[in-house]
């Protein structure tokens, strides 16, 4: 089975509605899946309707994948894009060390 995600449209903001059809599942699960995973939060607008990020639409289309696809449980499903964001975020870090160690380099040789 391949893998193939649904272009999301640049926009800021996302209505359920839209957020369902990209994802194809229905809002009731889009509702589920906010209690369930904690990297899903959308913002609500005055009148109460979810508004969600593209951020969050690219974590409802990962978390599709691991439940369909990859037939994760909800709690592996909830284990792996933790450990995914652990995973990125310490990339972050040694990218931002790499880049400070050379700054500090080319200020020794300035010097």
Known sequence: M?????EIPDKRYFKIGEVSALAGVEPYVLRYWETEFP?????????????YRKKDVETVLKIKHLLYEK?????????????????????????????????????????
Not at 2 to 6: A, G, I, K, V, Y
Not at 39 to 51: D, F, H, N
């Open 2 to 6: 391949t893998h193939t995600e649904p």
């Open 39 to 51: 990297s899903i939060k959308p913002v609500r607008a005055p009148t109460g309707q979810r508004l």
């Open 71 to 111: 037939r994760f449980t909800i709690a592996g499903a909830r284990k792996e894009l933790q450990a995914t964001d652990t995973r990125k975020g310490a990339s972050e870090g040694s990218s931002l060390g790499e880049i400070k160690s050379e700054l500090l380099s080319i200020k020794k040789i300035l010097s």
